[in-house]
């Protein structure tokens, strides 16, 4: 029963989560070193044996109906997210949304989930990962001894897809009950599989991105057009895509809209410094290293890493990449992406 587990659980000072994203979803569990033996039965009673319920099934539905969805229809970032999505993906599963529409969220049911549930849910598609104050062969050890019963089983094949870039600019208008005027730009960019112009396009990002030149050029001293601005990408499983999004003033549209294209065009023409290039490298080194000061933030990544092929010590090689990348990487890959057709996307407040 649940509230047996929460109390058991707060007997141990144990923290349990569970979150899904586009390509994996995953369990985590913390606790202290020496109740890693009382944890880990509890976690093997959550993954073996989870109470997926049809009471519990309705209740995130009717979350969903009358929460999530009602609000993502309008929230300005949102509906860019849809258009985004639906148009910069024709084939890939990239094209459908994280939860789902109303009409597909009211027809699963709670046997419809467990099996989903219980079919990717197997040893030999998952890594586990266990960082802390440990005896590694102890604890080796104790995991086979408490998830040995764990049946391996078939995993369907991946749906993911070779997925074409746009043939021509696609811009999208569109109206909201809003004051201010919401611009999503997108391109199609680098998958994760795309390995040595990942770090490239992350040092790229830095020169660009929120904290760079775009906060610069719309925000700082007299350019006060925007309160938040950033640009971000989105390396998936081969396929992926770097957007630019930012909301202003009606009256200052022309104003952004060609600022954030003078951004584009020069770094597409190498304008940066080699200062510039170093700080973004150096940004980007100290900001991973800041996200990894808890053995939570380490286990995480190294797990996703280990789960894509790269290897859990995959950060060495990264971090090696990152500095060795030149002014040309960087030139070579902001054409790539910005050669390519853009999706614009403007969501203006609706007339009164």
């Given at each position: 029963?649940?509230?047996?587990?929460?109390?058991?659980?707060?007997?141990l000072?144990?923290?349990f989560?569970?979150?899904?994203?586009?390509?994996?979803?995953?369990?985590?569990?913390?606790?202290?070193?020496?109740d890693?033996?009382?944890?880990?039965?509890?976690?093997?009673?959550?993954?073996?044996?989870?109470?997926?319920?049809?009471?519990?099934?309705?209740?995130?539905?009717?979350?969903?109906l009358?929460?999530?969805?009602?609000?993502?229809?309008v929230?300005?970032t949102e509906i860019?997210?849809?258009?985004?999505?639906?148009?910069?993906?024709?084939?890939?599963?990239?094209r459908?949304q994280r939860?789902?529409?109303?009409?597909?969220?009211?027809?699963?049911?709670?046997?419809?989930?467990?099996?989903?549930y219980?079919?990717?849910?197997?040893?030999?598609?998952?890594?586990?990962?266990?960082?802390?104050?440990i005896?590694?062969?102890?604890?080796?050890?104790?995991l086979?001894?408490?998830?040995?019963?764990?049946e391996?089983?078939?995993?369907?094949?991946?749906?993911?897809?070779?997925?074409?870039l746009?043939?021509?600019?696609?811009?999208v208008?569109?109206?909201?009950?809003?004051?201010?005027v919401n611009?999503r730009?997108?391109?199609?960019?680098?998958?994760?599989?795309?390995?040595?112009d990942?770090?490239?396009?992350?040092?790229?990002?830095?020169i660009?991105?929120a904290?760079?030149?775009?906060?610069?050029?719309l925000?700082?001293?007299?350019?006060?057009?925007?309160?938040?601005v950033?640009?971000?990408?989105?390396?998936?499983d081969?396929?992926?895509?770097?957007?630019?999004?930012?909301?202003?003033?009606?009256?200052?549209?022309?104003?952004?809209?060609?600022?954030?294209?003078?951004v584009?065009?020069?770094?597409?023409a190498?304008?940066?410094?080699?200062?510039?290039?170093?700080?973004?490298?150096?940004?980007?080194?100290?900001?991973?290293?800041?996200?990894?000061?808890?053995n939570a933030?380490?286990?995480?990544?190294?797990?996703?890493?280990?789960?894509y092929?790269e290897g859990?010590?995959?950060?060495?090689?990264?971090?090696?990449?990152?500095?060795?990348?030149?002014?040309e990487?960087?030139?070579?890959?902001s054409?790539?992406?910005?050669?390519?057709?853009?999706?614009?996307?403007?969501?203006?407040?609706k007339a009164?």
């Amino acid at each position: 029963p649940f509230p047996r587990l929460m109390q058991e659980m707060d007997d141990l000072g144990m923290e349990f989560s569970a979150e899904s994203h586009n390509n994996i979803y995953n369990m985590k569990m913390k606790c202290l070193a020496s109740d890693q033996e009382a944890a880990f039965d509890i976690f093997r009673d959550i993954l073996l044996q989870p109470a997926i319920e049809e009471q519990w099934i309705e209740r995130v539905k009717m979350l969903l109906l009358t929460r999530v969805f009602p609000n993502q229809s309008v929230q300005a970032t949102e509906i860019a997210q849809r258009v985004l999505r639906n148009t910069l993906y024709q084939n890939h599963p990239y094209r459908r949304q994280r939860f789902g529409t109303p009409d597909t969220v009211k027809g699963f049911t709670a046997a419809q989930v467990r099996e989903v549930y219980e079919k990717f849910t197997r040893p030999n598609n998952c890594v586990i990962a266990v960082y802390g104050d440990i005896d590694p062969e102890k604890t080796e050890a104790l995991l086979r001894k408490t998830l040995g019963g764990w049946e391996k089983g078939e995993i369907p094949k991946s749906f993911s897809v070779d997925e074409p870039l746009l043939t021509e600019p696609v811009d999208v208008e569109l109206t909201n009950r809003q004051v201010r005027v919401n611009y999503r730009v997108a391109w199609r960019a680098i998958s994760r599989q795309e390995k040595e112009d990942r770090h490239a396009l992350s040092v790229m990002g830095t020169i660009i991105g929120a904290t760079g030149w775009l906060h610069a050029r719309l925000r700082e001293g007299s350019a006060e057009y925007v309160y938040s601005v950033y640009g971000r990408p989105y390396t998936g499983d081969r396929a992926g895509h770097y957007f630019i999004e930012t909301d202003f003033s009606p009256k200052d549209e022309k104003e952004v809209l060609a600022i954030i294209d003078g951004v584009v065009a020069d770094i597409r023409a190498g304008k940066f410094t080699d200062e510039e290039l170093e700080t973004a490298k150096k940004m980007i080194l100290c900001y991973d290293a800041l996200g990894k000061k808890e053995n939570a933030n380490v286990v995480s990544g190294d797990a996703m890493s280990e789960m894509y092929g790269e290897g859990y010590d995959s950060d060495k090689l990264h971090y090696e990449r990152i500095r060795n990348v030149t002014r040309e990487d960087v030139v070579r890959v902001s054409k790539a992406i910005f050669d390519s057709p853009a999706l614009r996307i403007l969501v203006r407040p609706k007339a009164p």
